[in-house]
């Protein structure tokens, strides 16, 4: 007997979305984690406040909010430029709005990650006539990749979860073709139990490919 009824197809496709809008959203994400990072580093007080206020929007707000404001904002938006109505593509917004999400917790990992690189190293790099570009870069940099690794590959996989909620907006993902599936043939449990095992199993290879990545990174390290 096929208990997932001829769906199993479906599934696997919305699988297959699901990897795209979290691949999606994590490279447009550690872009705007970057220029958040960058905003709340400068001294003019302006563009870190608006680094500094980003950050805590975003973050202080629900991710389905955001998922909202992107789709629907994006749509009144554009029909108050064009003058019609236009529907925003669902999965364009949600990249965008877990983008955007994403990008709030990268800026705050970037920013504590460089700022836990001593001064004593800097002054030391500068001694020996590295430039302030060169130091960053050759001396900072390095040392504070390392020490984002971790929380940087766990928030990508929370990320990966998250794609779940854009399902509220019509995007083709897993969870929406699972609750596809469950309305046809009126068996919820073993279409979202079905979810369930495709989540674990991308989650642990997203897990696998995290440690991996650990491990390169620290292989030269000593304690």
């Given at each position: 007997m096929n208990l997932l009824q001829g769906f199993g197809g479906q599934l696997l496709l919305g699988a297959l979305a699901t990897v795209q809008l979290a691949v999606a959203a994590l490279i447009v994400g550690s872009l705007f984690g970057a220029i958040g990072c960058w905003l709340q580093l400068r001294r003019n007080k302006i563009l870190r406040g608006i680094g500094y206020m980003y950050a805590a929007v975003v973050r202080g707000v629900p991710d389905l909010l955001v998922v909202f404001a992107v789709y629907f904002g994006g749509s009144l938006t554009l029909a108050t430029i064009t003058g019609r109505y236009v529907e925003i593509n669902a999965f364009a917004a949600g990249v965008f709005a877990l983008a955007l999400s994403f990008g709030a917790y990268a800026a705050e990992i970037a920013r504590g990650a460089l700022?836990?690189?001593?001064?004593?190293?800097?002054?030391?790099?500068?001694?020996l006539g590295l430039s302030k570009s060169q130091t960053m870069w050759t001396v900072v940099v390095p040392q504070a990749a390392r020490t984002a690794l971790a929380p940087f590959g766990n928030q990508s996989i929370v990320l990966l979860k998250q794609t779940s909620i854009v399902s509220i907006v019509g995007c083709d993902e897993l969870m929406r073709k699972a609750a596809e599936a469950s309305?046809?043939?009126?068996?919820?449990?073993?279409m979202y139990l079905a979810a369930a095992c495709i989540y674990l199993v991308l989650t642990?290879?997203?897990?696998?490919?995290?440690?991996?990545?650990e491990a390169r990174s620290s292989r030269h390290v000593r304690v």
């Open positions: 700022l836990s690189v001593g001064t004593g190293q800097r002054e030391a790099a500068w001694m309305g046809a043939t009126r068996q919820p449990f073993t642990g290879f997203a897990t696998l490919l995290l440690e991996r990545a």
